[in-house]
T-cell receptor, first 115, second 111 residues
Framework: KAGVTQTPRYLIKTRGQQVTLSCSPISGHRSVSWYQQTPGQGLQFLFEYFSETQRNKGNFPGRFSGRQFSNSRSEMNVSTLELGDSALYLC??????????????FGPGTRLTVL | SQQGEEDPQALSIQEGENATMNCSYKTSINNLQWYRQNSGRGLVHLILIRSNEREKHSGRLRVTLDTSKKSSSLLITASRAADTASYFCATDSRVNYIPTFGRGTSLIVHP
């Protein structure tokens, strides 16, 4: 089985722009979660999508949004980029709803740099 | 705020030695998981331990969980240079099941 893929792998944007990141989960997985990883804050949960519906949301401003398509692929959008949005954005897929009971499979991440 | 916090923040050992890292958390959990991350890449799941379990093994990995102390430890025996990575614990709240990661322990194994 192919693993979780994320595109693009690297991205450079300027303040005020918007960006869309893409994640393709493992075939058959219906849950996709997004995380932001920074040296200062560590790994923080953004949101989880399951069957095209947002099921959980972390403590991030409304500039961060996402969606999931019928094939379980997910996109994450960040509008009005700020310098502090520079981070590694990780996507993880799971066969069931995210909880402590199941393993998440992570993609390699998208490294976003905001100038 | 972080639910799980790993200790130490950094660990440097020689190949063949054992490495122990600890994770403490604040609220009741359902399960605790350990992940490994190599150099800013995606995380790899290592082991899951349920709240009613006390110890679990997987190859050279041994995980313990003490719910009374709200802590867990990960032991890597006979470490190898390839074990060099950051190790994270992740806990889930019984309220919302959102996985919360600690800041990680950076392990360096010298050949």
């Amino acid at each position: 089985k192919a693993g979780v893929t994320q595109t693009p792998r690297y991205l450079i944007k300027t303040r005020g722009q918007q960006v869309t990141l893409s994640c393709s989960p493992i075939s058959g997985h219906r849950s996709v979660s997004w995380y932001q990883q920074t040296p200062g804050q560590g790994l923080q949960f953004l949101f989880e999508y399951f069957s095209e519906t947002q099921r959980n949301k972390g403590n991030f401003p409304g500039r961060f949004s996402g969606r999931q398509f019928s094939n379980s692929r997910s996109e994450m959008n960040v509008s009005t980029l700020e310098l502090g949005d520079s981070a590694l954005y990780l996507c993880a897929s799971s066969s069931t709803r995210v909880s402590g009971n199941n393993e998440q499979f992570f993609g390699p991440g998208t490294r976003l740099t905001v100038l | 705020s972080q639910q799980g916090e790993e200790d130490p923040q950094a660990l440097s050992i020689q190949e063949g030695e054992n490495a122990t890292m600890n994770c403490s958390y604040k609220t009741s959990i359902n399960n605790l998981q350990w992940y490994r991350q190599n150099s800013g890449r995606g995380l790899v799941h290592l082991i899951l331990i349920r709240s009613n379990e006390r110890e679990k093994h997987s190859g050279r990995l041994r995980v313990t969980l003490d719910t009374s102390k709200k802590s867990s430890s990960l032991l890597i025996t006979a470490s190898r240079a390839a074990d060099t990575a950051s190790y994270f614990c992740a806990t889930d709240s019984r309220v919302n099941y959102i996985p919360t990661f600690g800041r990680g322990t950076s392990l360096i194994v010298h050949p």
